[in-house]
C-alpha cells in the first residue's frame, strides 16, 4: 500500500524524446515490460550509476557508451537485472544494443541500456530482440505515462511528474518517472530514474546539475538500507527549446532548471519512500545541531535503517527507546547525550538524554497513528542539519521479498 501515493498525472511531452513500451515477455507473458526512449541527434545525457562492485552488465555497457558518444536510444527492460551474470551477461547486453544499433541505424555506442528485476538469472536477451522492431514502429511523443508502469518491477503504482517554468519569457519542460519500491538505499541515485528537458544544456554543466540534484533527494532514501546492483538515474537535454547551449551555471536559465530538477527528483524520490514495499508510514529523520553534514547523515540513517525502529512504528508504538539505542550506535565521535532532544512531529519525547518531563506515553501513541511521521533529532553540538526519508517495515515486506522469484 503507497502512502499519501495518488494516480499519476498526465505527464508533459518532451520536444526530442520519443517513446514507446512493449511486451517483450522478459519474465511474464501479458506484461509490457520493455521501454524503448529516442533522443533527438542534437540532445546531450547526464548520468549518475551504482556504485555496487557487483553493477550489472547494462551499467558496465551504459558507462563505457557514455564515454565514447552521445546516446540517441536508452532501452530499458524489467523482469530481469542481468546482474551476477559475468561475462554472459556482457554478450546479451551487447547483443540487444547491436539489435537495435542496427535497425535504427545508429552505431552500437549510441545505445545506454537499463536492466531491472531479478538478479542472477540469465537475460533472455533474444526475447527483447523480437521485440525491438515493434517497439521501433510504436514510438510516440505522448508515452511517458504509460512508460511509468512499463518500469515497475514490485512498485504497485507508477510514480512520475512534470514541470513547466519560464526563463526570459521562454518556456521549458521537464518530465521525469522513476521505479523503485525495494532494495533502495541507493549509493547514487535510486533504481531507475529517467528525466528529461527540451532546454539546450552543455553536457559537463548538465552532469553537475544532476550530480548535485541527487545529494538532497535519491541519495536520502531508504527503504531497507540495500543498494541495488543496478541503480540508474539519467538526465537528457534535447535542446528543442533554445539553439544555444547554455554552459554558465550562474545564468538564470541555469539556476532556473538546477531548481527544478532538484524539486522533481526530490519528490521521485518520496515517492520511492511512499511506495516502499508493504510500507504504512512516510518518515523523515530530520537531524540537526550537528558539527557537519556526515554526522547529521549517520544518525539520519542509523535511525532510518534500524529494523527495531522501523517495525516500531508498524505497530504504531512510541518505544522512542530504540531512537535512543540508533542514535548511540551512529559512530558520531564524543556525542554528549545530554544535550540531545528528540521529537515525534510536534512532541518533545526526549530532553538533555532522557525522557522529557511533559511526556506521556499515550501523547507518543497517538502521534504513531499518523500515516506521516517527523523524527526530529538536535544533536545540540553545532549548526548542520539533513534529512532522509524513509518508511518502517509491515508483514508484507517479508512476505514481498520472501516470495519475489516466484
Not at 522501523?310 to 556525542?335: C, H, M, Q, Y
Request: hydrophobic residues 45%; negative net charge.
Amino acid at each position: 500500500m503507497a502512502v499519501g501515493l495518488g494516480p499519476l498525472p498526465e505527464l508533459k511531452p518532451i520536444s526530442g524524446v520519443r517513446i514507446a513500451v512493449v511486451e517483450a515477455g522478459v519474465r511474464y507473458k501479458n506484461r509490457r515490460d520493455l521501454v524503448l526512449f529516442e533522443l533527438a541527434a542534437s540532445s546531450v545525457t547526464a548520468a549518475v550509476l551504482t556504485q555496487n562492485a557487483f553493477c550489472a552488465a547494462p551499467i558496465q555497457i551504459t558507462r563505457h557508451h557514455l564515454d565514447v558518444a552521445s546516446p540517441r536510444y536508452w532501452l530499458v527492460n524489467t523482469g530481469n537485472a542481468n546482474a551476477g551474470t559475468g561475462q554472459e551477461g556482457l554478450v546479451h547486453c551487447r547483443h540487444t544494443c547491436n539489435a537495435l544499433a542496427k535497425l535504427a541505424g545508429e552505431p552500437e555506442w549510441t545505445i545506454l541500456p537499463f536492466s531491472t528485476g531479478v538478479i542472477g538469472e540469465p537475460l533472455p536477451a533474444q526475447r527483447i530482440v523480437d521485440a525491438l522492431p515493434l517497439a521501433l514502429q510504436s514510438l510516440s511523443d505522448s508515452a511517458w505515462n504509460e512508460a511509468a508502469i512499463g518500469i515497475m518491477t514490485t512498485d504497485t503504482l507508477p510514480k512520475g511528474g512534470s514541470r513547466q517554468f519560464e526563463v526570459s519569457g521562454q518556456v521549458y519542460t521537464l518530465t521525469g518517472i522513476a521505479k523503485g519500491a525495494g532494495m533502495i538505499r541507493p549509493n547514487m541515485a535510486t533504481m531507475l530514474a529517467f528525466l528529461a528537458t527540451d532546454m539546450a544544456v552543455e553536457k559537463s554543466l548538465l552532469q553537475s546539475i544532476l550530480s548535485d540534484a541527487t545529494q538532497p533527494s535519491f541519495n536520502r532514501i531508504t527503504i531497507d538500507g540495500d543498494t541495488s546492483t543496478n541503480d540508474a538515474c539519467v538526465l537528457v537535454a534535447t535542446g528543442k527549446a533554445n539553439v544555444t547551449p547554455i554552459n554558465d551555471a550562474r545564468s538564470a536559465e541555469a539556476q532556473a532548471l538546477s531548481a527544478q530538477v532538484q524539486s522533481l527528483m526530490l519528490e521521485l524520490a518520496q515517492m520511492i519512500v511512499r511506495d516502499g514495499e508493504g510500507a504504512t508510514k512516510f518518515i523523515t529523520v530530520h537531524v540537526q545541531g550537528g558539527l557537519d553534514t556526515q554526522e547529521c547523515c549517520d544518525v539520519a540513517y542509523a535511525v532510518a535503517h534500524s529494523p527495531l525502529v522501523k517495525t516500531a512504528f508498524f505497530a504504531s508504538d512510541p518505544n522512542w527507546g530504540r531512537i535512543l539505542a540508533a542514535i548511540g550506535r551512529a559512530g558520531v565521535p564524543e556525542l554528549d547525550v545530554n544535550k540531545v532532544q528528540v521529537w515525534l512531529n510536534d512532541l518533545r519525547i526526549c530532553w538533555l538524554g532522557a525522557a522529557d518531563p511533559e511526556y506521556r506515553e499515550v501523547l507518543g501513541a497517538e502521534v504513531m497513528k499518523a500515516a506521516e511521521i517527523i523524527v526530529r533529532i538536535d544533536l545540540g553540538r553545532g549548526e548542520a542539519e539533513d534529512r532522509v526519508y524513509t518508511c518502517d517495515f509491515s508483514y508484507d515486506y517479508v512476505k514481498i521479498n520472501a516470495d519475489y522469484r516466484s
